[in-house]
């Protein structure tokens, strides 16, 4: 063994070391670039482009961006900006037209004077899509010429020249990402759709285009926003019912720095609120949510203190003031310093003060202006707080009774032998009998199974001191072990995949619906981490002879029952409908929705929270309309469905 560690040291120089010219890095590691090779990076590229275009708009200098994916899947973005400058850049003797797209940390981004604030990959956004794309074509019209630019996987194919002339200036980037690099290169237009209203929201006056040219997909909206981030607020609380008129805004500057806030209460017990730095989302907060949630806290309780509603000790906590808030947080600053590599989270500390004293003066001003609405959210935080207390009560009585501090667990439960978290799975089942053939059916040492009866408690409706003794709920809450809410601990949870096993009906599709509500408001992480799965049962039987198959769709039943008459097209295939899981012995329900093997599961993701907290309360909330409107529209998704 020695010898063999000798040897491959010895072999170990500098011949093994291996630098990457140019854009080579991009293309060897792109997940390093536009977070990975999946639908999300695919799309990534689209937003780096519109990013610089948007940047333009920042600057002043931009009214109209339009994006539009041709037949081929090839995107098209223009805007009426300055056009990107195309004479020679000093340092490399090029163009800087060429030196954008072909050299990683180029732009205008890095105190030369060209933007104060910015978004994209720090210069690296056109460089990066040019490596990562088939082709690329850029168009610039500047002072009077039209200047033309190609590339392939980012080596130049054609130098720049002058191709015409123009009244207009302006950048036009066609595409096609490169099929070598990417798993799928199909764009879904709802996904590209969600991302550029977002950034018509918050830049308020922009026009933003999105155009599908593709055949048989066409379509065509075009965002603009005069409000700005009210405009985003009123749009998430669509289908909340909001208890003040107004949409409260505030915003302000100090230096190169600005900050606006747009915030709404509605009826509803969940806090959503949306940050963004130079027009990134910001999904793990930072310094400017940090501002914002403890100046709130403090002029919530300032107001209480005030008119004698809260006295003594008495005070509303962050939780409470922020329960049904809807709210926005767009911050533009220079050398905005992003905490992690996919720029999850802000770490400029004076954003945090910038923002704590806007809204500590600005929102003061409006309570004092607005005294019916001060009264109505500090009522909403005092109910809030009251019914926090009333659940930290429920909390310790269900653990008394339940002896949970012990480490009980529900009668319900099936637990498996294994007790690493990450080797465990849980199956939650719908019925007493469907779960008895999963426990004779399951892989003990790693398959724990919880059974679920009847129809569980609509968190939509419910706070959380509803949930703490739920008969259906609080089983759940102790298998899994990590809590709910704010006490929330993703260690302590139990297993890492989390599978609900429901039938392919009606009634199985609400306890899936019922389900994933109670864990998206509850324990989001789950979800965001990818932790929870859909099982997914077959739905026909087909039996000739002794040979049985099963099929989880109408085309795959047509094709196994074609297959199974080959060579004799007279042969009797009988073909049944499992009625539900409950039906299956214990060996069908191992070999066809169980065995690691031979299953099909489906992750449950979370690629747009905003449009999963609205489809949330119009499907599980009070509003019928909303709901009967999105279950017309999206109907012709639904496939294999009993009714």
Known sequence: ?????????????????????????????????????????????????????????????????????????????????????VDIQEQTGKSALEVVFTVLHAGGKFGGGGYKVSGGLHGVGASVVNALSEWLEVQVHKDGKIYQMRFSRGDITEEIRVVGETDRTGTTVRFKPDPEMFDDTVFDYDILHTRLREQAFLNGGLSIALIDQRPGKERADVMCYEGGIREFVTYLNKHKTPIHSDVIYISGTKGDAMAEIALQYNDGYNENLVSFANDIHTPEGGMHETGFKTALTRVINAYGVKTNALKGDDKVSGDDVREGISAVISVKLPEAQFEGQTKQKLGNAYIRTLVDNLVNEQLTEYFEEHPQAAKTILEKAMMANR????????????????????????????DCNERDPSLCEIYIVEGDSAAGSAIQGRDSRFQAILAMWGKMLNVEKARADKIYGNDKLYPLIVALGA?????????????????????????????????????????????????????????????????????????????ISAELREGNPNAKVDISRFKGLGEMDPHELWETTMDPETRTLRRITLNDAIQADQVFTVLMGEEVEPRRDWIEQNAKYVVNLDI
């Open 1 to 85: 063994m020695s010898d063999q560690i000798e040897k491959v040291s010895q072999e170990y120089d500098a011949s093994q070391i291996q630098v990457l010219e140019g854009l080579e890095a991009v293309r060897k590691r792109p997940g390093m670039y536009i977070g990975s090779t999946s639908s999300s990076g695919l799309h990534h590229l689209v937003y780096e482009i519109v990013d610089n275009s948007i940047d333009e708009a920042l600057a002043g200098f931009c009214t109209g961006v339009s994006v539009t994916v041709e037949e081929g899947d090839i995107v098209k973005v223009s805007d009426n900006g300055r056009g990107i400058p």
């Open 387 to 414: 019914a926090r207390e009333a659940a930290r009560k429920a909390r310790e009585s269900v653990r008394r009774k339940t002896g949970l501090e012990g480490g009980q667990m529900p009668d319900k439960l099936q």
């Open 483 to 559: 809590g709910i809410g704010d006490e929330f601990n993703i260690d302590k949870l139990r297993y890492h995949k989390i599978i609900i096993m429901a039938d392919a009906d009606v009634d199985g599709a609400h306890i899936r619906t019922l389900l994933l509500t109670f864990f998206f408001r509850y324990m989001r992480p789950l979800i965001e981490k990818g932790y929870v799965y859909s099982a997914v049962p077959p739905l026909f039987k087909l039996t000739r002879g002794k040979t049985q198959r099963v099929a989880y769709s109408e085309p795959e039943r047509d094709k």
